[in-house]
């Protein structure tokens, strides 16, 4: 492969009737970040699993790692690991409770002699790590009391520990290393990943996004709909060039219209006054129908529990909301659903998509009772909504019976908006929306939002994503130390200016 250090060829991949990868070829050179992008249900998933061993390929194809070669259909965890790939996925397996040195050991790595653990070599051999990678920490000390972005780190220096003991140089392959990162701390990650490259490590970077891809890397390949698009150095590269191959279409942006030539806004449909609980200090806010808010503010600073103060799954100290111009204190999420809130969380796989369940039970799922006909489930009824709502939301999926786990992250996010929205909710929070969602499926997500509130729906949104809230919102309210801090619209709203307000205390005018 001359300076190649892992090769694709040939890559195909059936599950029944779909194909999720057709013929995929494509090569990293060693030394390199070499990107791999595209849309939800494009294949990159699909293609990291079979690297790493979880899904077998349709036999024909090979996976090449600098002078070794793997039938694609013949590989195992074990053969990868031994072939030298290395894999840190975007839902780590580090245990925020230990301390690095335990983290590190974790998997069969304890030193054992005698029957007992040797902690003082596990802790030598954990420095050693933590200098290598030039991670200031010490072997004893918390996992979870470190910055996210060494958290990172640590697993990524868990997954090389062995290298330089096994028959080739190794190939890293980060799934979404950056999805939960605030924005502050990306850097410190991606400056680590730099130099980790030019001390010759390759790594191949599955990321959503683009600005990241084209800061970091040295090349990309583009998969769209199981096929291979292109494979080519960023250098010159634009972002729209890349929006524009990930997802097939011309795109000016990601978000079809400003925000603000596209609000026409109503009354107040919610308003919060001095709400005080968790990490929150008085919190004053109001959201018209028509409109929609942004919250923008660093992790902990209480923009999830905002949102579940209003939805009735957080203690409220003090303070008053209102929805509609009438008091409520909702006790729970049932209450709220009943006087017009919905809610779409942060953690979509553990608290709002039943993965086990069909397309068509997720999307029924808020308004079962609906389908409730003298004691028995009207089925005909409950499958043609859930037609429509997967034409209307442009849901990818072999059918409504399809499990939720076979759709990609994207459209599980589309199924669950679709769930609400079907609702006609008065007000919808949204907690990171578009979270680890690929750039087409964004665009889909908020056509949706924009549509809703335009018939008189009024939506509250978190996101650490401070481009898509300047492009997506009306207005957008700066969360800081438990207090809004600044409210920031029209012109001024800005991703530069959002991130400065972020880090400082000054109040805007």
Request: with cysteine; glycine share 10%; proline share 4%.
């Amino acid at each position: 492969m001359n300076d190649g250090a892992l090769a694709v060829r040939h890559l195909t991949k059936s599950f029944g009737a779909t194909l999720a990868l057709d013929d995929v070829s494509f090569e990293v050179r060693a030394g390199h970040i070499h990107g791999l992008l595209g849309g939800n249900g494009s294949g990159k998933s699909t293609l990291i699993k079979i690297l790493a061993g979880v899904h077998t390929a349709d036999p024909g194809g090979e996976v090449h790692i600098g002078a070794r070669t793997m039938a694609a259909h013949t590989t195992t965890p074990e053969l990868a690991r031994r072939c030298g790939l290395r894999f840190v996925h975007q839902s780590t397996s580090t245990f925020p409770t230990l301390t690095l040195a335990e983290n590190i050991a974790i998997g069969d790595r304890f030193p054992v002699s005698a029957g007992r653990i040797r902690w003082s070599r596990l802790r030598r051999r954990t420095q050693s790590l933590l200098d290598r990678f030039e991670i200031d920490a010490r072997p004893d000390d918390r996992l979870g009391d470190l910055r996210p972005a060494d958290q990172t780190m640590v697993a990524i220096a868990r997954a090389l520990q062995d290298d330089g003991h096994g028959d080739g140089p190794s190939v890293l392959v980060l799934d979404e290393p950056t999805a939960s990162l605030p924005e502050h701390e990306v850097g410190v990650l991606l400056d680590a990943l730099r130099r980790y490259a030019r001390a010759g490590q390759t790594i191949l970077y599955v990321s959503h996004r683009i600005d990241e891809v084209l800061d970091l890397t040295d090349a990309m390949t583009v998969l769209r709909d199981g096929c291979h698009v292109l494979t080519r150095t960023t250098d010159g590269m634009t972002e729209k060039q890349m929006i524009e191959h990930i997802v097939g279409r011309p795109v000016e942006r990601v978000f079809a219209e400003d925000a603000a030539d596209a609000a026409v806004v109503g009354d107040v449909v919610l308003e919060v006054d001095h709400l005080t609980g968790g990490p929150l200090r008085g919190i004053d806010l109001t959201v018209r129908a028509g409109e929609i808010v942004g919250i923008a503010g660093l992790l902990g600073t209480g923009r999830t529990e905002l949102l579940r103060m209003i939805f009735g799954d957080h203690p409220v100290e003090s303070g008053t909301i209102r929805l509609g111009g009438d008091t409520i204190r909702p006790r729970n999420p049932g209450e709220a659903m009943k006087l017009g809130i919905a809610h779409v969380p942060e953690e979509r796989e553990h608290e709002a998509a039943f993965l086990d369940l069909s397309v068509r039970e997720n999307l029924s799922a808020a308004q079962i009772t609906k389908y409730w006909v003298r004691g028995r489930l009207d089925r005909r009824h409950e499958r043609r909504d859930a037609d429509r709502a997967i034409t209307g939301f442009a849901i990818r999926t072999s059918g409504q019976d399809a499990l939720m786990a076979s759709l990609s992250g994207g459209n599980q996010q589309k199924v669950v908006l679709a769930r609400w929205l079907r609702r006609n909710p008065r007000l919808l929070l949204l907690d990171e929306p578009t979270q680890g969602v690929d750039v087409g499926a964004r665009a889909d997500v908020y056509a949706a939002i924009r549509a809703s509130v335009g018939d008189g729906m009024a939506a509250l949104v978190v996101s650490s994503d401070f481009d898509e809230l300047a492009h997506a919102c009306d207005r957008v309210l700066v969360l800081r130390d438990g207090r809004i801090s600044a409210e920031v619209r029209g012109s001024d709203l800005q991703r530069h200016r959002l991130t400065e307000l972020v880090f400082t205390k000054e109040m805007t005018p």
